[in-house]
């Protein structure tokens, strides 16, 4: 099985857009890559768009991976919020600050 590397540029894209301005840019993530028919992630979406993402090496293993890694109410499917959970997820760094990020989000709500 081939993997692909992730490269974390999220830490930047927080510091240049603010925590409203990167919660933005994934929304536009997920809309790239959602099934608009249904609403969500799917794996044929996923692996249809991969492209946009600079993924499309990505086995089909790889994109179910994903997907289960993501799926948090067991659906097969990402919605917005599980994608951006999962996007989160993938930056060890904004983890570090998501508490940080989250409250200064909910201020400038």
């Known amino acids: 099985m081939a993997s692909f590397v992730f490269e974390d540029f999220f830490p930047a894209m927080v510091e240049k857009l603010g925590a409203e301005g990167f919660m933005k840019e994934l929304c536009n993530g997920f809309r790239l890559l959602v099934d ?3 609403g969500v992630i799917t794996f044929e979406s996923l692996k249809k768009n991969s492209e946009l993402l600079g ?3 990505m086995s089909d293993e790889e994109v179910n991976c994903m997907l289960r890694e993501g799926d948090l109410d067991g659906d097969g ?3 917005e919020m599980e994608f951006c959970t999962l996007m ?3 930056s060890p760094e904004l983890m570090k600050t998501s508490t940080k990020m989250l409250v200064e989000a909910i201020v400038n709500f």
């Open 36 to 38: 608009g028919d249904k």
């Open 55 to 57: 993924l499309q090496d």
């Open 77 to 79: 499917a990402l919605n």
């Open 88 to 90: 989160l997820r993938l």
